[in-house]
């Protein structure tokens, strides 16, 4: 089970989404996890992940207690991947998103090679899944599926909203943000980039794809104002 699984789009629109997570299991192989852990992440970063991050500490955009909103705009936006790896202080779960196939095909070969003694776990759409277990040569061990929306869906926001909001599976990235990005992005107020690394700061674990929330920005950008 993962929070990645409530991602919103139709399967095509996860070609661009791959996240590859690693986490150990309490009271059975947590000893020395963090190591392992800190390798995981470290292996992740010559194959360019878009994101990097663990469950304690967030990705490799991250808010900041010492500015304020005045400087938001302001601020370097440059995704800080080895501070991520350098940072993890405890056993949790952590991940590295990719936006494409061939880089998280590689970065799978290598956690495989390297045998690291934790559980992984890829999360994308389920052809996009079983196609990069089949290059890396290894039997799918299991499939997680998440059944939607149910209940009054015509109040739920338009697919857009849905689909920015959902990359963050804690809820942390909320509705109103993710359409108001949209709408300053609209409105030329705010470029995609300006607009996704807001975002990004919010997801607490890191797993918020800033490459496919590039391209649903662009999109809307260039669609109906």
Same mark, same amino acid.
């Given at each position: 089970m993962t929070n990645t699984l409530h991602r919103f789009g139709?399967?095509?629109? %996860?070609? /661009?989404? *791959?996240?590859?997570? @690693?986490?150990c299991c309490r009271g059975k192989n947590e000893k020395d996890a963090l190591p392992r852990l800190k390798k995981f992440l470290h292996m992740a970063i010559p194959f360019q992940p878009v994101n990097l991050g663990d469950a304690r500490n967030g990705g490799c955009l991250r808010p900041s207690k010492e500015l304020s909103?005045?400087?938001?705009?302001?601020? /370097?936006?440059?995704? /800080?991947?080895e501070r991520v790896a350098?940072?993890?202080? $405890?056993?949790?779960?952590? $991940? @590295?998103? %990719? /936006?494409?196939?061939k880089a998280a095909v590689a970065f799978i070969k290598s956690v495989k090679e390297a045998d690291l003694g934790l559980s992984i776990n890829v999360s994308t759409s389920i052809d996009n899944a079983e196609a990069c277990c089949d290059e890396v040569g290894i039997p799918r061990h299991s499939v997680g *599926?998440?059944?939607?929306? #149910?209940?009054?869906?015509?109040?739920?926001?338009?697919?857009?909203t849905l689909t920015l909001s959902t990359m963050c599976g804690h809820g942390m990235v909320s509705h109103s943000l993710a359409k108001k990005m949209i709408d300053w992005v609209k409105e030329g107020r705010r470029t995609p #980039?300006?607009?996704?690394? *807001?975002?990004a700061r919010f997801c607490s674990?890191?797993?918020?794809?800033? $490459?496919? $929330?590039?391209?649903?920005? #662009?999109?809307?950008?260039h669609s109906m104002k």
């Open positions: 139709p399967s095509p629109s %996860f070609n /661009d989404d *791959y996240i590859v997570f @690693a986490i909103p005045l400087n938001h705009w302001n601020r /370097d936006m440059t995704p /800080d991947l350098n940072g993890l202080d $405890a056993p949790t779960t952590v $991940a @590295a998103v %990719f /936006d494409n196939r *599926y998440s059944l939607g929306f #149910e209940g009054k869906t015509e109040k739920l926001p338009n697919t857009q #980039e300006q607009a996704v690394t *807001y975002m674990c890191g797993v918020f794809n800033p $490459a496919r $929330a590039r391209r649903v920005l #662009e999109d809307a950008r």
